[in-house]
């Protein structure tokens, strides 16, 4: 792209959704070997000869002018999505009904991919704190290589408070997210420091507050903070998640201004025509 770019007298405009090879690294899928060395040359190549970088968060951005590359050519976009895609719905829905979950059972759910960085195998030891709350369900919805070690894992240990979905059709994404009363997400202590996960958009664009466990510091976490739509847990903290889980369902008159206000931040600062609007300004140079 860059050579053809030079032949065209074109803008390069690279985006960078997450820092690569590190991201690999962090997730110990990589060490700091020759090969990680060259594809982080590379990549640096390419941010430096662009005429702009894109990338979702400050933290991002830092990364990639750590690395040399001039603080004005990185432009923060963040995560989009359509706005009629996913909306807030009635919690009790054709979707719930559909999957036999009762109204009187107060659903946390995990939705999107279940990866390595995801740190989701704290919610086995978060599933077994909460076994005596029988009306609380931990609903997984999705795929990725860490499911079948949580799925022989909640087996192993006879969990009757967690269930597994497949990722769902494009057409009850809204009901599904609705059908939540709390979203989750969680992420390892080297995972999501310079990114947002693409779920928590989806969760914030449904209406619904997040309890997050992840890094203090990390965009996650200033997102729940700057929306005023949820609680922040330490990452791989059972028991914080559990006690945070057990509070909003033991007081969920708070739930309902909680996933206001999370709407209403999504509308502001992850709607599609806004974001687009700012990369057209960037693709365009003006």
Known sequence: AWLLAKCKR???????????????????????????????RLDTFICRHSQAVVTLSEQLKSGIVARGVSPDSVKVVPLWLDPWRIQPGCRDNPWRRAQGIDTDKFVALFAGTIGYAS???????????????????????????????????????????????????????????????ISLVTLLPGGGEICVPSKVIGYIAAGRPVIAGVPADSPTANLIRDGQCGTVTPCEDAAALADAIRNAADNREHLDRLGKNAREFFVKTHDRKTCTKAYESILTGK
């Open 10 to 40: 074109a803008r390069v405009v690279y985006t960078l959704m997450d820092l690569v090879p590190e991201a690999i690294r962090n997730a110990g899928l990589m060490g700091d070997g020759k090969l990680y060395r060259l594809l982080r």
């Open 119 to 181: 740190g989701a195998e704290v919610l086995l030891d978060t599933a077994c704190l909460l076994a005596d709350r029988e009306d609380i369900l931990l609903l997984l919805v999705g795929e990725g290589p860490v499911k079948k070690i949580l799925e022989d894992g909640a087996a192993s240990r006879d969990l009757r408070n967690v269930r597994f979905l497949p990722f769902q059709p494009e057409e009850v994404l809204s009901d599904m997210q609705a059908s939540a009363d």
